[in-house]
């Protein structure tokens, strides 16, 4: 997830004090919390392009610009960066230059085809300067402004729509020209773009963070769009040349409650963040032949194909990934895998040695009960792999290996986006080693795979369709206790659904195996009380379905209020639900990627609706720093 940001304006905005550096870089500051691994700007000055782009916070971007200027300009473009293809260095940072430094692009979002493309490149001689999708993009708009036009006939909007053509995948991208200093264009396909309208000026961003002091008119782009602003005009198209509408509207926010993209708080945006989450969690993991190449885990493989046992180390939310890890890495794997709870792990005298692997989950790198059992773990001869959100902090740089899920800064407490990454990057992690160990045939790798890339737009699905889940969340603001239940994978999201409710709306939650029912939980059933309950698949294991339906009837018939999650078209639980709530097909290993969301969306307008601030819950942190 990176922020952008595009700037054209006229003589007039410059007597008024609008630069496009400016304007740019003040919009790079309010986006910053889409990325922060680098940052940089392009202007179009005197016949040419000046950029400067530095890794780190903005703030460095902000020297080198003190320290080497750029000259006067009102045509410009920026962007934050959050790491996902090439690490965070100066020379992965944005804008990417081509057509001899004359074209300038910065980019937000995957571009799947870059390989296919890069060599394409390679071969008619380009010479490529970073790791990046990006700059294979770059390439492509420059190899094609350069070759498809002649003299004056150079366009830079065509040459666009020309790339946007062969381009595969989800994405944003800004281009600026040198040949053309009074425009700006830019493409978006699944990928967050808006238009800002001012006067003797026009502006682009990823929110409307990154204008939202200059213009409060805003233009909605819609699929697969492209837009070419200059100071007077905006000219939408899509991908082939068709003349388009955006849809324009008045933004109500004040400047900081634009930082959360117009939701409500950096809770429920992180929510609907999750489908980019998890595609850029799965970006640039395998090759065009479907074989993971985890870049990161440099590890020799000859000795993790030694592994016997696994440990995943982790605390709260990211322990309830990791209880979905086990299924999956011993379902694939089969190397018997245990989750234990950080705090407790180096104080019962683990069993641990050289054929061991440690896997620590961790979003912010710092949780000091993570760290220590990471530290404690490598005395002891394992090897160890971190699952992190945060780009060199502590837990990564001590371990191993890291795999970075990707999912971009996440600033409410409770944690949304980050715990579907860390499941989809433990899913990686699993099938990588399948792959070595040869345990599954690397057409069925691929086929998981498949199904991972289609997850995104499963989540898209429900959180469009969750108006009845909301409505039934407000109208249950009074209520003093939830339990949750599942089975296999559904356990896990039992657990996490009511942490979630637990966290932020400050009621008893409990989430129970469904299976302990009759052991115990079913005592607390009373007549009223809602009961969630995760349900499996029909489709996959037949009897785990029929006794979890077996389990809605048994607290059902004791008074309870029953809330079902289930896979769309089970209508087996119709008669027994007062709620049901429907998910896409899925297979069962992927399932929780799915049916957390609804448990995520309930808990925070639960919240909301009793007036408490989802973003900072009481009596927490967001990184637990002391054990």
């Not at 492509?140 to 002649?150: S, Y």
Request: with cysteine; glycine share 8%.
């Amino acid at each position: 997830m990176c922020g952008i940001v595009g700037y054209v304006g006229n003589s007039s905005r410059k007597e008024a004090g609008h630069s496009a550096l400016d304007v740019v870089v003040e919009g790079l500051r309010r986006l910053e919390y889409r990325g922060y691994d680098s940052a940089g700007v392009a202007v179009v000055a005197d016949g040419s392009i000046s950029s400067r782009k530095k890794s780190g916070k903005l703030s460095n971007l902000i020297a080198e610009l003190e320290a080497d200027p750029v000259p006067e300009s009102l045509t410009g473009i920026g962007h934050t960066r959050w790491a996902t293809h090439g690490g965070p260095t100066d020379q992965n940072a944005h804008p990417h230059l081509s057509d001899g430094g004359r074209l300038a692009v910065i980019h937000n979002g995957i571009i799947e085809n870059f390989a296919e493309l890069k060599q394409e490149l390679l071969a008619k001689g380009v010479v490529f300067a970073s790791e990046t999708d990006t700059e294979v993009a770059a390439a492509l708009i420059g190899d094609i402004f350069r070759t498809e036009f002649d003299g004056d006939g150079a366009n830079l909007t065509q040459a666009m729509r020309l790339a946007c053509q062969r381009l595969e995948g989800a994405f944003t991208l800004l281009a600026v020209h040198a040949d053309q200093p009074d425009v700006v264009v830019a493409a978006r396909r699944n990928s967050p773009l808006v238009v800002g309208l001012g006067d003797g000026e026009n502006f682009l961003g990823s929110d409307v963070s990154g204008f939202i002091d200059y213009t409060r008119r805003a233009v909605e782009l819609g699929q697969d769009q492209i837009v070419t602003i200059t100071a007077e005009s905006v000219d939408i198209t899509d991908f082939f040349g068709k003349p388009a509408e955006g849809k324009e509207y008045h933004v109500d926010w004040d400047p900081a409650s634009a930082e959360k993209g117009g939701f409500s708080s950096f809770m429920e945006k992180e929510i609907h963040d999750q489908p980019d989450a998890v595609a850029q969690t799965l970006l640039g993991r395998s090759d065009l032949d479907g074989k993971l190449t985890l870049d990161e885990v440099r590890i020799d493989p000859e000795l993790l194909k030694q592994v016997n046992k696994i440990i995943v180390l982790a605390c709260g939310t990211a322990a309830y990934a990791g209880l979905v890890a086990k299924y999956a890495i011993e379902n694939w794997c089969r190397i018997p895998t245990e989750v234990e709870l950080a705090h407790e792990f180096r104080y019962r005298d683990p069993i641990v040695d050289s054929n061991t692997l440690v896997v620590s989950i961790s979003q912010s790198g710092e949780t000091m009960d993570t760290l220590m059992a990471v530290r404690y773990a490598r005395e002891q001869g394992a090897k160890t792999i971190s699952i992190c959100n945060t780009n060199g902090s502590t837990i990564p740089r001590e371990s191993d290996a890291v795999l970075y899920t990707h999912a971009g800064p996440e600033i409410a407490v409770a944690s949304t986006k980050a715990f579907l990454a860390q499941i989809t990057a433990a899913y990686l992690l699993g099938l990588y080693l399948a792959q070595l160990r040869g345990n599954i045939f690397s057409g069925q790798i691929k086929d998981v795979l498949a199904d991972l890339s289609k997850i995104p737009a499963k989540i898209q699905h429900i959180l469009d369709g969750a108006g009845p889940l909301r409505e039934l969340a407000r109208s249950m603001k009074d209520e003093k206790s939830v339990l949750f239940l599942g089975r296999h994978v559904g356990y896990p999201v039992a657990l996490e659904g009511a942490l979630k409710l637990k966290e932020i709306a400050y009621i008893h939650a409990e989430g129970f195996a469904a299976g302990e029912l009759k052991h115990g939980p079913i005592a607390l059933i009373d007549d009223g009380q809602p009961v969630f309950v995760v349900v499996p698949s029909p489709r996959g294991r037949d009897s785990l379905h029929s006794k979890v339906v077996s389990n809605i009837q048994e607290v059902r018939a004791r008074g309870a209020r029953t809330l079902v999650i289930a896979e769309e078209g089970d209508e087996s639980v119709k008669d027994y639900a007062e709620h049901v709530f429907y998910v896409p097909e899925t297979p069962t290993l992927l399932m929780p990627l799915l049916t957390t969301v609804p448990l995520q969306i309930f808990a925070a307008e639960l919240a909301g609706a009793k007036g408490y601030d989802v973003d900072q819950p009481r009596n927490l942190a967001k990184s637990v720093t002391v054990e």
